[in-house]
Nanobody
């Protein structure tokens, strides 16, 4: 069983930055595809970014050039550096682990508002 714990969310002004982290326990982290998703109120959960075991990455068009995903296999953590934040980035952000199953964290709230 894999457990994921996100941290780093909060309130930030437009144009600001936040760094989210997700720490995994259990599983074989170095083989997992790790991703971030987000869900705004009244909307479906949407893909934000992923990083594969090979360190290849992919981003949603809406965050490309502003967000950067990275991983540290030794620490079993995946991070999401979010710059130039916009009000439309406001959502609960979820960490996702895919290897021998599909696992989710509990989510961390990000609010972008002046």
């Amino acid at each position: 069983q894999v457990q994921l714990v996100e941290s780093g969310g909060g309130l930030v002004q437009p144009g600001g930055s936040l760094r989210l982290s997700c720490e995994a326990s259990g599983g074989i982290f170095r083989l997992a595809l790790m991703a971030w998703y987000r869900q705004a109120p009244g909307q479906q959960r949407e893909f934000v970014a992923y990083i594969a075991k090979t360190d290849s990455t992919s981003y949603a068009d809406s965050v490309k050039g502003r967000f950067t995903i990275s991983r540290d296999n030794a620490k079993k953590t995946v991070s999401l550096q979010m710059n130039s934040l916009r009000p439309e980035d406001t959502a609960v952000y979820y960490c996702n682990y895919r290897f021998n199953g599909n696992f989710w964290g509990q989510g961390t709230q990000v609010t972008v508002s002046s």
